[in-house]
Nanobody
Framework: QVQLVESGGGLVQAGGSLRLSCAAS????????MGWFRQAPGKEREFLAV????????YYADSVKGRFTISRDNAKNTVYLQMNSLKPEDTAVYYC?????????????????????WGQGTQVTVSS
């Protein structure tokens, strides 16, 4: 069982930046992926970004491409989401996720069903 803990959410003005962190507990596998999703009230959980641990390969949703950056720290079992140029429509609860990643297209990780472990979420609110 992998436990994930998000941090770094809060209130920020439009155009500002936040960095989210997600720390994972000890895992039973070495090859895995970690990613970020968000969910606004009344909406489905939305894929944002994924990073493959083995080589650092990344994939982003079009809605955040060029504004958000996912990165990893192998020694800390931690993934980050640097969010720049934030917009009010970015307001949501942000979740980190983790799963085994044996292979396949990284873009397949956009589905919530591909992920085994989820954090509790952290609120991000972007004001006008």
């Amino acid at each position: 069982q992998v436990q994930l803990v998000e941090s770094g959410g809060g209130l920020v003005q439009a155009g500002g930046s936040l960095r989210l962190s997600c720390a994972a507990s000890e895992r039973t596998f070495s090859n895995y992926a970690m990613g970020w999703f968000r969910q606004a009230p009344g909406k489905e959980r939305e894929f944002l970004a994924v990073i493959r641990w083995s080589d650092g390969n990344t994939y982003y949703a079009d809605s955040v491409k060029g504004r958000f950056t996912i990165s990893r720290d192998n020694a800390k079992n931690t993934v980050y989401l640097q969010m720049n140029s934030l917009k009010p429509e970015d307001t949501a609860v942000y979740y980190c996720a983790a799963t085994r990643y044996a292979g396949g297209l990284i873009m397949s990780m956009t589905s919530t069903q591909r992920w085994d472990y989820w954090g509790q979420g952290t609120q991000v609110t972007v004001s006008s």
